[in-house]
């Protein structure tokens, strides 16, 4: 990387690859092409290998939050119970665009930074067994916490309640396999583990809750999956797809398979969170997120005491160009959040620490020993 | 452009220029800084006088038929009535998402390719007291021709109905002007006119549609007006947006005003229309739109006999890296429909005819006099 280039370590956008950004920034090309159809078709394939299932993969030209509201307004009706699993800014949305939707909400909230308590699960179930859906997350990006999806599904055990996940940060990052675990509508977006713009969403749905979504009563039309499967079935969009950050999004799964694959790339962002853990430790950061449930997506951490962390994330950003997260929601000012995804490498987190560590000397009065 | 570079003549997406696909491929940044507020600001009042409307024109993740959707969702309620003025596929659009929406559709179906009779605007209206929004288009991209929205507001008369335009084809190609015409809803896309590639929607709401929203009952979330609203107060987006294409519209909001505004930029379309029909007529094309609608943003014309429509698009593009569309829904392989749009100039449209006349003549089996 360029050193005049902003080095960017947030949670989303993550840094998007030179050669991705080429790809990208080549002349336009019509979607009713062949060729077309063929980037369409290889996108459809590498997203499987990267969901982990075998059901199809519909890419959507939206923001993560659009194939969350595609994922309620298809498998649930107005009047239909849900579970909510709420422990941060992004379990709080499932809850929004459920109650939007006419959905009862049943939620449990976790309190931010901590793990799940799953007894509340088979709770919960046990005392509302009208619910129909499971909604989770799997890493709060608001939090720095990856919730055990397994562990949910085996304490929803009898019930026929579907589990939705919402893995647009984790997924590419954290260790997430949608059949195997018995996820029934994953979901996720582009610009987080995949490297790429915000832009693309993408779904997908158990057979099961295919089913259950021929049976909702919800009124759509951007996000109904009946369109969605019709077109895909002519490997095709039912609207105009966002054509660029697909072609990108062909790059990002070219690049996964040239680096081993999607399991290899999540073990190289769990080195990287440890290694991003332990160089904030060292500086006087105390970890936010229970070390039982810690993301290694997204890096969590308070901000020392007498330290202001509006000032510090201004300072890395004016003074260094280093963007790193703060906190959302009512942790406004006073946690960070580095994320080790993506592309995100051993040069980024160098320069993002470099910079870190000579904005808190000068914010505590003291000028770093190397400078 | 160079020789090896396809020649972009399809309506949407349209060509885009080198200048603004290498200000999308420069280093990501992040959506929530000043430096993006700042990007967001320049987009919103370019768009501003695109719509010409003193309205905020609100930028949206999605293709063009999400903010039609926008439009649906957020001015009528479940039970409404509304009037839908058809004469293509897009026009059918409408109706389509009227009534996954729960409204009742009363459908004008004005033959394809020939101007609307506005007496039966008004018949509709007068017919129907209760309708509470009538939907059109602006250019009705799959038939070439251009609805007359001044006429179909006048023929409105004193109906308290709201006026909703799709102006995803011709913005920026055609003229319009949001609130001088008396237009309660525009929507548009990146694709067309702007010269971006897909990915970003426009809509903007007149005051009265404002009003009207605040009572829809129909349930939305990513398309919820009130959520675009409140982001928008603080220059801000309510999902993460898609930043890169962002980016690319200021580019061309940037490039449309260094050519001297938008009103130039549709005359030299318009001049350029001229001589794609002049063209089309001395290849022995006969015109698909009547004159009196015919539209400037995308020109249709019917294959002449003996030719194969498919195979001759084929040909265009297997030998000659040339793109222009075939006709839609009924018309596939009838017509050709070539755009006049955006970024296409002299040059493309010289490359486009030059193929056009030597398949033409290999496919009447004689070789063009200067090949």
């Known amino acids: 990387m360029a050193t005049r280039d902003p080095v960017l370590l947030t949670p989303g956008p993550t840094p998007v690859p030179p050669a991705i950004r080429q790809a990208m920034a080549q002349p336009m090309i019509h979607h009713r092409t062949s060729e077309f159809q063929a980037i369409l078709k290889e996108a459809g394939t590498g997203l499987k290998e990267i969901f982990k299932t075998a059901q199809d993969v519909y890419i ?3 923001s993560g939050t659009g194939a969350m509201e595609m994922a309620i307004a298809n498998i649930l009706s107005p009047g239909d119970e849900a579970l909510v699993i709420r422990g941060g800014k992004f379990g709080e949305r499932w809850a929004e665009i459920c109650e939007a939707y006419g959905v009862t909400v049943v939620a449990i909230d976790s309190p931010w930074g901590t793990p799940l308590d799953l007894k509340q699960v088979s709770a919960a179930l046990a005392a509302h067994p009208g619910i129909k859906a499971v909604f989770s997350t799997l890493c709060e990006t608001s939090t720095g916490v990856t919730f055990d ?15 939705a996940v ?3 940060s984790g997924l590419g990052a954290e260790p997430f396999a949608m059949d195997e675990w018995g996820v029934d509508v994953a979901v996720s977006g582009s610009q987080k583990g995949l490297m790429l713009p915000p832009g693309l969403a993408f779904i997908a749905f158990s057979a099961k809750a295919q089913e259950a979504a021929t049976k909702s009563k919800s009124r759509k039309y951007y996000f109904d999956l009946a369109l969605a499967k019709k077109a895909w079935a002519d490997t095709d969009t039912p609207f105009t797809p966002a054509i660029t950050l697909i ?3 062909v790059e990002s799964l070219k690049y996964i398979r040239s680096v081993g694959g999607v399991d290899k790339l999540i073990a190289r962002n769990q080195a990287q969170a440890d290694g991003i853990r332990k160089s904030l430790l060292g500086l006087g950061f105390e970890m936010y997120a229970d070390p039982a449930c810690a993301s290694n997506s997204v890096i969590a951490a308070k901000v020392p005491a ?3 962390g509006k000032d510090l994330l201004k300072r890395l950003r004016s003074q260094h160009g280093v963007i790193i997260a703060g906190g959302q929601g009512k942790e406004t000012g006073k946690i960070i959040r580095i994320a080790s995804m ?3 490498g051993p040069q980024e987190i160098k320069a993002g620490f470099d910079a ?3 904005v808190l000397s000068e914010m505590r009065g003291k000028v770093p020993d190397h400078a």
Chains 1, 2 share one sequence.
């Open 60 to 62: 959507l030209t939206s």
């Open 149 to 163: 999806i397994r562990g949910i599904r085996k304490a929803m055990g009898s019930s026929g309640a579907l589990l």
């Open 166 to 168: 919402d893995a647009i």
């Open 247 to 249: 072609i990108g999004l």
């Open 306 to 308: 007498g330290v202001d």
């Open 342 to 344: 993506g592309a995100i």
């Open 356 to 358: 870190l560590e000579k």
